[in-house]
Every structure is written in structure tokens, then in C-alpha cells.
T-cell receptor
């Protein structure tokens, strides 16, 4: 039972490049979330999903897109990376939304 | 006003001290409350859930005050290994359950 797996762990992009972060969970969780964490800012919600085929915007969605085509996977895309998107990204999931969050180990993204 | 607010600290305490953190929330419809611990920008890990009647887990005690809309975390007999950032998480339901994080409180326990 792997829990929540995030890939990649580190990535360096140039401004304007695109990339996709993958979050995979094997716990049959309905809810999945993408957060970003910047120094002094805590975790801020980018997008979330309450089930397969559904997505919704969080607090800071601009510049990101997401997809949840399969229940176990939640993808976060950056179409045209900007230096302001340099951050640590965490994926998390919960069974039905009210339980504790299970986190991935994070992705350190730098945009030059 | 941010939905969930915490004093960022740092709280700098000696080993063996008792330290308490508060976290205030603005949404009176909030239903679930948690404390998470985060080390050095690693993923947050659940420390404890917070129940209405208060709850204790070893040296850690969590309390909820719905009337004043805050939760608290008390750590007794602090250890060096307690040094970390403590994140308050509040869950409100407006149809979907959205966990909202405070910015975290930094604790440094020194010898």
C-alpha cells in the first residue's frame, strides 16, 4: 500500500515551459487536492476534486489546470510556467472529505 | 481576514517546558479540526484531530472552543524532537469538504 505518490520530486523549468505533476493514490479516496506552499504562506489550495471526472478551483487556481480522468490519479498542469510558480507542491487525498489528509512527499519546482 | 489564523512564532522554549498554540477560524460552519506537524518543508503529518470535548494524546492536548472559534494545542514536557511547524487545519462544508490551513506556528525547543 503506497498511499499517495507524487512525481516528480524535483523539477527545474524555464519560463514559458509546460509540465504536468502527477498524484496517484491507491486508497480508493474520493477527494484529492493540490496545494502549494511558499515561505510564510502556509499551504494554499490550487484545485481539488471530489470524485472521478470532477474538478474545482481553490484559492489560487490561476496558471494551473487539473484533470481527474481516473479516480486514483489527479494531474496538475502548468501550461506556461512563470517564476511566481516556483514553490513546493503537495498533493493530498481523503476518503470522503471529512477524514485526515494523506499527503504525497511533495514536488520542489523552480521556474527560472 | 484570513479564514484560519495562527501566530507564526517562532516559539523558542527550553526542553521540559510547556507551550501552547492557538488557532482562530472565521467560518462558524466549520465542522472538523486537526493539528498537523511539518518538518523542514516535508509533507505535513497528522498530529491529532480535535474533538469538541477536548482530547489528549500523551504529552499533547487539543481543545476546541466553538463559542470563541478557536482551537488550541498544548505540549507538555517539550522534547528537542518537538521542534517543527504546527499547522492548524479547519474543515468546513459548503457542499464539499475543503481543508483550510493556517500558516503554521514554528516551535524551537532548545537544550
Amino acid at each position: 500500500n503506497a498511499g499517495v505518490t507524487q512525481t516528480p520530486k524535483f523539477r527545474v523549468l524555464k519560463t514559458g515551459q509546460s509540465m504536468t505533476l502527477l498524484c496517484a493514490q491507491d486508497m480508493n479516496h474520493e477527494y484529492m487536492y493540490w496545494y502549494r506552499q511558499d515561505p510564510g504562506m502556509g499551504l494554499r489550495l490550487i484545485h481539488y476534486s471530489v470524485g472521478e471526472g470532477t474538478t474545482a478551483k481553490g484559492e489560487v487556481p490561476d496558471g494551473y489546470n487539473v484533470s481527474r480522468l481516473k479516480k486514483q490519479n489527479f494531474l496538475l498542469g502548468l501550461e506556461s510556467a512563470a517564476p511566481s510558480q516556483t514553490s513546493v507542491y503537495f498533493c493530498a487525498s481523503t476518503l470522503q472529505g471529512r477524514e485526515k489528509l494523506f499527503f504525497g512527499s511533495g514536488t520542489q519546482l523552480s521556474v527560472l | 481576514r484570513k479564514e484560519v489564523e495562527q501566530d507564526p512564532g517562532p516559539f523558542n522554549v527550553p526542553e521540559g517546558a510547556t507551550v501552547a498554540f492557538n488557532c482562530t477560524y472565521s467560518n462558524s460552519a466549520s465542522q472538523s479540526f486537526f493539528w498537523y506537524r511539518q518538518d523542514c518543508r516535508k509533507e505535513p503529518k497528522l498530529l491529532m484531530s480535535v474533538y469538541s470535548s477536548g482530547n489528549e494524546d500523551g504529552r499533547f492536548t487539543a481543545q476546541l472552543n466553538r463559542a470563541s472559534q478557536y482551537i488550541s494545542l498544548l505540549i507538555r514536557d517539550s522534547k528537542l524532537s518537538d521542534s517543527a511547524t504546527y499547522l492548524c487545519v479547519v474543515l468546513a462544508s459548503g457542499g464539499s469538504y475543503i481543508p483550510t490551513f493556517g500558516r503554521g506556528t514554528s516551535l524551537i525547543v532548545h537544550p
